[in-house]
């Protein structure tokens, strides 16, 4: 027994000197860092989201009793009006007397052997003969033309040279206006229309020579519906 209560005296003794140790070793730590004191942050915290508050009341906007809620615009209206022009002009050339003396005696033969040979197709207003590449178009009954006559072919070239022209053209539509009677002075006309049928090579010219007697050819921008009038003069292109 007295072996027993010594080693407990012992460890009495040593779990003391310990639990000093370990309160020194607080102390000298708490003694190291410095202490902050969070109180005055919190203050200034709640006084900046008072602050916050009050900005936000002072811009509120209180909409008027009973007035319908009006959303934001996104695209606000266009105040101004805005005219679209055409970039193109109606024509680009136009000359007077161009083919010779020799040129218009071969066409005035060649088209009056297909005029009094019923070659031409009736259409709404005029007639037609198609020659070369097959073109159609809104309306159009020609489905097999004849190859270009060789009095065409000349002056196919003269206007590929002349008017300088990127494509040589190679389909030819003959529009036939027979003289209008006294009746209805409107049933010979070719009606308003646009050329851009997707067999049309792109950038390419139509060439329009006007024999005969004077017409009168009427263009109209599509986008402003403004007119440009032309008196083609018998002999012009």
């Known amino acids: 027994c007295i072996l027993n209560d010594c080693s407990l005296l012992e460890k009495t003794l040593s779990c003391a000197t310990l639990q000093k140790l370990s309160d020194t070793v607080a102390d000298a730590i708490k003694n190291t860092i410095p202490t902050f004191d969070f109180s005055s942050l919190q203050n200034r915290l709640d006084t900046l989201n008072s602050e916050l508050n009050n900005f936000k009341e002072s811009h509120k906007t209180h909409p008027t009793p009973n007035a319908p809620h009006q959303p934001p615009e996104m695209f606000p209206p266009i105040e101004t009006e805005m005219t679209l022009e055409c970039p193109e002009q109606p024509f680009q050339?136009?000359?007077?007397?161009?083919?010779?003396?020799?040129?218009?005696?071969?066409?005035?033969?060649?088209?009056?052997?297909?005029?009094?040979?019923?070659?031409?197709?009736?259409?709404?207003?005029?007639?037609?003969?198609?020659?070369?590449?097959?073109?159609?178009?809104?309306?159009?009954?020609?489905?097999?033309?004849?190859?270009?006559?060789?009095?065409?072919?000349?002056?196919?070239?003269?206007?590929?040279?002349?008017?300088?022209?990127?494509?040589?053209?190679?389909?030819?539509?003959?529009?036939?206006?027979?003289?209008?009677?006294?009746?209805?002075?409107?049933?010979?006309?070719?009606?308003?229309?646009?050329?851009?049928?997707?067999?049309?090579?792109?950038?390419?010219?139509?060439?329009?020579?006007?024999?005969?007697?004077?017409?009168?050819?009427?263009?109209?921008?599509?986008?402003?519906?403004?007119?440009?009038e032309l008196k083609a003069a018998p002999n012009s292109v």
Do not use: C, W
Not at 108 to 134: C, N, P, T
């Open 93 to 228: 050339q136009h000359k007077e007397n161009y083919l010779t003396e020799s040129q218009l005696d071969d066409m005035a033969g060649l088209l009056g052997y297909f005029r009094d040979s019923a070659h031409f197709i009736q259409e709404k207003g005029h007639m037609v003969l198609l020659f070369g590449e097959a073109y159609a178009y809104t309306g159009s009954k020609s489905y097999n033309p004849d190859p270009i006559p060789d009095e065409l072919k000349g002056i196919i070239d003269k206007i590929t040279q002349d008017l300088s022209l990127e494509h040589r053209p190679n389909s030819v539509l003959v529009n036939l206006f027979p003289a209008s009677n006294r009746i209805d002075p409107n049933d010979s006309y070719l009606s308003m229309h646009s050329d851009d049928e997707a067999s049309i090579v792109p950038e390419s010219s139509i060439v329009t020579i006007s024999l005969g007697a004077p017409r009168k050819v009427v263009f109209e921008a599509k986008h402003t519906g403004v007119r440009h």
